[in-house]
Structures are given as structure tokens and as C-alpha cells.
């Protein structure tokens, strides 16, 4: 399992700044796992390890609760602070602030 974890780390260490991924996405690249087990990932995240777990969302463009709403905040924090903006429901556009997407 940690192995995994490693191989999910270093995909998401490649998301640069103002850009998301999803669960799923990740758990597709890296293959082998699930997004819930990239969900896993990113919570068992090591403090200092520079993965910026803040980068992976949900399918729905939203941040999924955890941490009892302040790992959410901070989050959303940490994505705003990179300039991803979200709209009035709380979701970013995957279109323009997805990863590897067609438009960027």
C-alpha cells in the first residue's frame, strides 16, 4: 500500500500551482488503485513532504469535506491563494483549472 502512496505522491507533486486533479484522475494515471484510495493518499499526506494534496478535488469540481471543515477551509484557502477561483456553489471549472486538460 504505502508504495502507492509513493507512486500517488509523485503524480501529484507534478500538478503545478492554479491547477487541480481529481481522485479519479490521479487514481487512472497512476493505475492499479482507486480514487478513494487516492483520497486515502492525500489524507495520510506527511507533513513537509511537499505533495500539495490541496490540488486533488472531487469529479464534481469540489472540494470534499474533511478534517471537520477546517482541512476544507484551508484548503480552499491554499487553492485561492494560487489564484483557482471557485463559483457561488463552491465548485472550480475543471475546464480551466483542470491538469492535463485539453485546454491546459
Not at 491547477?19 to 507533513?47: D, F, H, N, S
Not at 469540489?62 to 484551508?74: D, N, Q, R, T, V
Request: contains cysteine; hydrophobic residues 40%.
Amino acid at each position: 500500500m504505502m508504495r502507492k502512496y509513493e507512486e500517488i505522491y509523485a503524480l501529484v507533486r507534478q500538478i503545478p500551482p492554479g491547477k487541480v486533479a481529481t481522485y479519479g484522475q490521479i487514481a487512472a494515471l497512476v493505475g492499479g488503485c482507486t480514487a478513494r484510495m487516492v483520497g486515502y493518499a492525500m489524507a495520510a499526506t506527511p507533513e513537509g513532504s511537499g505533495v500539495p494534496w490541496q490540488r486533488v478535488i472531487n469529479s464534481k469540481g469540489k472540494i470534499s469535506p474533511h478534517g471537520f471543515g477546517y482541512g476544507s477551509a484551508l484548503q480552499r484557502a491554499l487553492l485561492e491563494g494560487e489564484g483557482v477561483v471557485f463559483d457561488e456553489q463552491g465548485s472550480i471549472n475543471l475546464k480551466r483549472f483542470g491538469w492535463l486538460t485539453s485546454s491546459g
